[in-house]
Each structure stands twice: as C-alpha cells, then as structure tokens.
C-alpha cells in the first residue's frame, strides 16, 4: 500500500498554511527567500509608515489652515457686522434717539427708518426678508436705506440670540417694532405663519427689550381689524375688539394683550398703533390698491368684494407719510421704560392709538381714481364677500392720537393714489408712459 503522504491525509485546514519541508538544501533556500521576503516586506512597512505620517501631517495642516482661515474670516464678518450695527445706531444729532425698527425692509418700516434717520437719529434694521411678497421689493428699499447710512441685517425676530447680541452692541432708546405677518385673508392659507411672527416673534422680542439694560421703549403696529364685528362707527379706542373676523386680527389683538403684560411685569412702556390701511409708494404688493394697479395695466381682471345686499366696501385708507408722522410721535412722547436688566422699577406708560384718516372710502371708488390715473378701464369682476376674514368697513376716530401725538393726517386718497402710481409706474419700468399720464 503505498504509504500515505502526510500532507495529503488531511484535507488542508482553511487558513492554515502548510509548511513543508524537503532536506538542508530546500531549508536553505527556503531561508534565504523568507529573509528577502522580510527585508522587502520590512521596508515596504517603512515605506508605508513614512507615506501615512506625511499623508496624516498633510491632513492636519490642511484641516488646521482650514478652521483657522474659516475662523479668521468669521472673525473679520463679526468685526464687520459689529461695526455696521455700530455705524448705523449712531445719531448724527446729539439729542437723537437709538431705534431698532424691525420689519425695516418692509412698507411702513423703511419708509419711517428713513424719516428718523433724516431727522438725525441713529436707525438700526431688522428684517427677515421672507417671500410673503416679492423679496425683490425688501431688497430694493433696503439699499434705499443703505444709501443713507442705515444697515438693515437680516434676521427673524424668533431669533433671541441675535437680538441679544444687537441689544449688546446698542443701548437702543427705542424699539419700533412693524416686522410682522400682515394680510387678513391669507391667514386662510398659511395660519401658523400668524402665530410665528405675530405672537411666538412679539414675545421673543419682548423678552429682548425687557433683559436689556437699559430697557427700550416699544412702539408697535396693531391694526384696526382688531375691531372686528364691532359697528359702533367711528372706530374709538375704547370700543370693543374681542370679535376678530381673522386670525390676523386675532393676533394683532393677542398682541395688544401680549405687550400688556410685559407692560405690567417688567415695566416697559409700551405704545400699540392701529394703522387702518396704510397705502403709498413702496407699497405692499399683496393689497388691493397695488394689485389691482398691476393688473389693470396688465389688462388682467381684478376681483372687487362686495358686502351684504350689494353693499360696496369701504376702507379708511390712510396715506404712507401721515403714518410715519404717527409713528415717529409715539417715538418722541414715549416714556422710558421703567425697568432694567428684566426687574420692573415702577408703572410704565401703555397707550393704544388709531392711527386712520378719517374718510372711508368704498371698494369701488378706489377702482375708478385708478382707473382715471392709469387711464386704463378695469375688468371688474364683483364678487360677494367670501367670509375669509374681511369686515365690511373701517372707519378712525383719532381725536386721542390729534390731542396726545399731535397727529393729524394730510393726504386725502386722490393725492395718495397719484403719488403711488407715479413711483408705481418708473419702478416697474412703464417709463415712457409717464409723460402721456401725468
Ligand atoms: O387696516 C388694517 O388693519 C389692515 O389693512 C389692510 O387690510 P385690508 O383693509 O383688508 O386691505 P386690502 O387687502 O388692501 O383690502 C382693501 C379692501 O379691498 C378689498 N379687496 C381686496 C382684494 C381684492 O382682490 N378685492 C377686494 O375687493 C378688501 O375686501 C378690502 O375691503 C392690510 O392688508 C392689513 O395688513 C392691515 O392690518
């Protein structure tokens, strides 16, 4: 029987190797080829040793000139942002006030950031430049601020880290605080947009003003849809304003109730202003007289709400500059807040104004002094009421904001409209039918 190699009487084992050995000679050999091996191997280990402490210092450098470059240039942006904040908080007249106006890239808000400026104060901006309406529009009255010294950062009030390093950087005297989500009836559509900036936004805000040191004075936009059902006509402050037809206005009305407390605990002084339909160049695009505007030029139908039994629409439409005025009143005869660093010291001020123009005007009629500036005939599509949010109509009585702010507005709607449609027209490039119009 032929004797069993030994090497083949098992099946190899996975894994294991088989050492075989044949006599010195092949030892030998064998030897001197597990030496080349190890000494080839060895250096090739070396070689890959050098190669991974090269690859690995490349690495490290890399990361290190990678945060530290990022760290500088943040650095730089921190300066930078510091200084433009700095720069645009400083009054050019020794007596100016210090406001931070949020919603700054907004309608009513770069319209006053420019008159405070104008009149020397120092004007910080704030604003989130959401896409409610055409960003284009907040971009453009933002560099209409930037041309007078006035830096607008973009932000959210939702935001507490920013404003408390905005508060660190500036003793602001005042606050003017217009960032909001604005709009009756798209509430609708988009309702918690409404709680972000109207309530969970006003609060943030308020918590700001009231850690600060020393604490702002705080005017702010409420609205006049707060009247809501109420049909007591003219509108008085002391009507009622628990029957909100929107959310909107319901919460503009929880606004009211929110900056009572902060009011009432901390001390702040507080001013809430019910605009009652601000219109005017650098208008809003979601509102009626400017839609309305765009698509009777655009030949393009535009809807006109009607009330009960045919009833038309009407609205105390109020004129940008008389608001301004408004605003900036509040400002002057506004007391200091009474507190600091968030503990109350004593009572501080709270008032609510109208701000409105007096003369309701219908739906309608706004239509024809379009049609007569834009000599173009509107497709009038009458429509009733849907029940979205609209009241019938609004109408100011404003005898406490003529006694106590000295307010007193000017521009009736026929000269308000000229002047819109005339910024209307050379903002949207209808340039060459300036001279046929006017
Ligand atoms: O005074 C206020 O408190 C409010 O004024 C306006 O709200 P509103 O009066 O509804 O202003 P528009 O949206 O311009 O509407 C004006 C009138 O035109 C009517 N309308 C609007 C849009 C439309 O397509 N058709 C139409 O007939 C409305 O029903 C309303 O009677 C602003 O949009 C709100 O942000 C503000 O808070």
Known sequence: MPALD???????????????ERGPHHRHHHHHFIFARH???SSLFLWTLLFLALLASYLSLRSFLHTSGRYLSSSFATLNFDNQVRASAEPSRSDGLVVLVTGAAGFVGSHASLALAKRGDGVVGLDNFNSYYDPSLKKARKSLLANQGIFVTEGDINDAKLLKRLFDLVSFTHVLHLAAQAGVRYAIENPDSYVHSNVAGLVTLLEACKNADPQPAVV????SSVYGLNDEVPFSELHRTDQPASLYAATKKTGEAITHVYNHIYGLSITGLRFFTVYGPWGRPDMAYFSFTRNILQKKPITVYRGKDHVDLARDF???????KGCVASLDTAEKSTGAGGIKMGPAQYRIYNLGNTSPVTVPTLVSILENYLKVRAKKHLVEMPGNGDVPFTHANITLARVELGYKPKTNLEEGLKKFVKWYLSYYGYGSRKGKNW
């Open 6 to 20: 030994d090497d083949d009487s098992f099946p190899s084992t996975p894994g294991k190797t088989k050492i075989i």
């Open 39 to 41: 000494s080839l191997s």
């Open 220 to 223: 702010w936009a409420s609205s």
């Open 318 to 324: 109020t004129y940008i500059d008389d608001i301004v």
